[in-house]
């Protein structure tokens, strides 16, 4: 006897990219620190345990946890997620609703010759400045990147959207983001504050290249984080004009596991008041957890 996971690579459709996640598929007889240790023992950026609903309208709730903590909501393992419950028939209907920590998240999966091609989520939460940011400066010192990297108008800025809360470091271009090394010394001032989740990215019209680092959540450097994304819409919203504005983000490069992730924002007097964020996954993996 045993309990079944299956595990994803997330925002890409080609297997070893993207962004791994493990899902147990039924996780009633776990405990919720048994969740945390299967969740240290897979050590990938977030485990997702799937349980009965809660709230009458959603079809599972999960809970997610990374190596070291447990969070209210994430946007990889909500996409994974959706994606492998429709593979297995359990949704039958392609749009439904998952109980997460941070509430309800309603998802819509895409299909493609009748197989599950892609997934959205809707923000249930929308992302909003949240903390004062430490200046350019120091966050240059913490990227090892020099000053003049940094943007400053706008700068760095905490964002807050349902899941972690992000340090976001604008700086100039895709090369800055290449060169990005945390400085472990410089990110342990930042430990314990708002900021010791770090968003880099470079933003190019509709394009954007990131990077997102988390050493308080057990994740070294994550190769695609869709809380973050829904956290930049939240940073980019201030400077665009009312309507809805389109981004395509790659992360995971430098790792080697080219992710690509949609954002969609509808702005209103530069205000995010409605955020969506869509990607696809590839199963990888089935098995079984003798626990």
């Known amino acids: 006897m045993g309990t079944t996971f299956h595990t994803l690579d997330v925002f890409t459709?080609?297997?070893?990219?993207?962004?791994?996640?493990?899902v147990v598929s039924d996780a009633r007889e776990l405990s919720a620190g048994q969740m945390q240790r299967i969740a240290?023992?897979?050590?990938?950026?977030?485990?997702?345990?799937?349980?009965?609903?809660?709230?009458?309208?959603?079809?599972?709730?999960?809970?997610?946890?990374?190596?070291?903590?447990?969070?209210?909501?994430?946007?990889?393992?909500?996409?994974?997620?959706?994606?492998?419950?429709?593979?297995?028939?359990?949704?039958?209907?392609?749009?439904?609703?998952?109980?997460e920590g941070v509430g309800p998240v309603a998802v819509t999966v895409t299909r493609r010759d009748?197989?599950?091609?892609?997934?959205?989520?809707?923000?249930?939460?929308?992302?909003?400045?949240?903390?004062?940011a430490p200046p350019p400066d120091v966050v240059a010192a913490v990227l090892s990147l020099p000053p003049e990297a940094m943007l400053t108008q706008p700068g760095?800025?905490?964002?807050?959207?349902?899941?972690?809360?992000?340090?976001?470091?604008?700086?100039?271009?895709?090369d800055a983001v290449a060169r990005v090394r945390l400085d472990p010394g410089r990110?342990?001032?930042?430990?314990?504050?708002?900021?010791?989740?770090?968003?880099?990215?470079?933003?190019?019209?509709?394009?954007v290249r990131a990077r997102m680092f988390a050493p308080a959540l057990g994740v070294a450097e994550d190769p695609a984080t869709g809380a973050a994304a829904v956290a930049l819409a939240g940073f980019l919203s201030p400077t665009m004009a009312d309507g809805s504005h389109e981004w395509v983000i790659v992360q995971g490069v430098e790792m080697g596991r080219p992710s690509r992730l949609e954002l969609r924002a509808t702005v209103r007097d530069g205000v995010a008041e409605r955020v969506d964020l869509a990607g696809t996954a590839v199963r990888v993996a089935d098995g079984t957890l003798r626990v």
Request: hydrophobic share 45%.
């Open 40 to 99: 240290a023992e897979f050590n990938l950026s977030e485990t997702v345990f799937v349980l009965p609903p809660e709230s009458p309208r959603a079809l599972r709730r999960l809970r997610i946890f990374t190596p070291a903590a447990e969070l209210p909501f994430a946007g990889h393992p909500t996409v994974g997620t959706a994606m492998l419950l429709a593979d297995l028939g359990v949704a039958d209907d392609d749009a439904f609703v998952l109980d």
């Open 187 to 207: 990110w342990d001032a930042l430990a314990g504050t708002d900021a010791q989740h770090v968003y880099v990215v470079a933003v190019d019209g509709g394009d």
């Open 13 to 22: 459709d080609t297997p070893f990219g993207g962004n791994p996640l493990a």
């Open 156 to 174: 760095p800025q905490i964002i807050s959207g349902g899941g972690p809360t992000f340090l976001i470091a604008p700086v100039r271009d895709a």
């Open 114 to 132: 009748g197989r599950p091609a892609g997934a959205s989520l809707r923000a249930t939460v929308l992302p909003r400045v949240s903390g004062s």
